[in-house]
């Protein structure tokens, strides 16, 4: 349930970034790139948090 939790949230941050990095770059990115960047990114580091905490 925390890794869950985890994960949403961090999903959220690496959302908002991308969105913020795309906006200065002027990289017009497709919406679903982005879901699907961010989804992946927010996996591999709440697998790592999760490593680490030893859950």
Do not use: H
């Not at 996996?43 to 030893?54: E, Q, Y």
Request: no cysteine; net charge neutral.
């Amino acid at each position: 349930m925390i890794i869950f939790l985890l994960f949403i949230v961090v999903f959220v941050i690496v959302f908002i970034l991308n969105g913020i990095f795309d906006a200065l770059l002027k990289n017009e990115g497709t919406l679903k790139s982005w879901f699907v960047a961010s989804t992946v990114i927010a996996f591999i580091i709440t697998i790592m948090a999760s490593l680490l905490l030893g859950m």
